[in-house]
């Protein structure tokens, strides 16, 4: 199965600083099936991009996806109060889709 | 509005058995895949099971394998996880998932998903 490492583990920011997260596959991800998800203390997970890159409905454009192959980036041009949380990536590009172990970004 | 409610969980001894389910509305159910995502406290994200639109294509975790059945009835717009043999490790946060890609199988990011059961295994 295809690992995915998140780092940092935990990224501490102030509100409008930029947060670069990564997440780095054992293996390639095929067609680029890489997901970012962020979820907030007692809340589901909510997807933020698919494809690498691709923005889910209703996700502000601070949030950009980007990367192929074993290396993936999750940015946010400048962090919103609200945008304090875990983040994850997943791929789902082999089966058994699999996700990273998370980077969380708190307040500085 | 996509819906999604999982139900069932609770505090079970081990070796003991339990039934998720999960009521989707909100969008036509049939289309999609959905999946079961699990979340131990405090940890990530484990993937533990899905199910194409009909039935036709089923995957489990390597951790679940032989001991949870993922189903869906279609007619009543809801999906199921039974889970056998249970263990301590499975106690977790079960998330019901819908695939975010309309008729596709074991290649669709997750959108969106339920708040969850808590299953507890424990003596």
């Known amino acids: 199965e295809i690992v995915l490492t998140q780092s940092p583990g935990t990224l501490s920011l102030s509100p409008g600083e930029r947060a670069t997260l990564s997440c780095r596959a054992s293996?390639?991800?095929?067609?680029?099936?890489l997901a970012w998800y962020q979820q907030k203390p007692g809340q589901a997970p909510r997807l933020l991009i698919y494809?690498?890159?691709s923005r889910a409905t209703g996700i502000p454009d601070r949030f950009s996806g980007s990367g192929s192959g074993t290396d993936f980036t999750l940015t946010i041009s400048r962090l919103e109060p609200e945008d304090f949380a875990v983040y994850y990536c997943?791929?789902?590009?082999?089966?058994?889709?699999?996700f990273g172990g998370g980077t969380k970004v708190e307040i500085k | 509005e996509v819906q999604l409610v999982e139900s069932g969980g609770g505090l079970v001894q081990p070796g003991r058995s339990l039934r998720l389910s999960c009521a989707a509305s909100?969008?036509?159910?049939?289309?999609?895949?959905m999946h079961w995502v699990r979340q131990a406290p405090g940890k990530g994200l484990e993937w533990v099971s899905g199910?194409?639109?009909?039935?036709?294509?089923?995957g489990y975790a390597d951790s679940v394998k032989g001991r949870f059945t993922i189903s869906r009835d279609n007619a009543k717009n809801s999906l199921y996880l039974q889970m056998n043999s249970l263990r301590a490790e499975d106690t977790a946060l079960y998330y019901c998932?819908?695939?975010?890609?309309?008729?596709?199988?074991?290649?669709?990011?997750?959108?969106?998903w339920g708040q969850g059961t808590l299953v507890t295994v424990s003596s």
């Open positions: 998932a819908k695939d975010g890609d309309r008729g596709s199988w074991g290649s669709s990011w997750f959108d969106p």
């Open positions: 909100g969008f036509t159910f049939d289309d999609y895949a």
């Open positions: 199910i194409s639109w009909n039935s036709g294509s089923i």
């Open positions: 293996q390639s991800v095929s067609s680029s099936y």
């Open positions: 494809g690498a890159s």
């Open positions: 997943q791929q789902y590009g082999s089966s058994p889709q699999t």
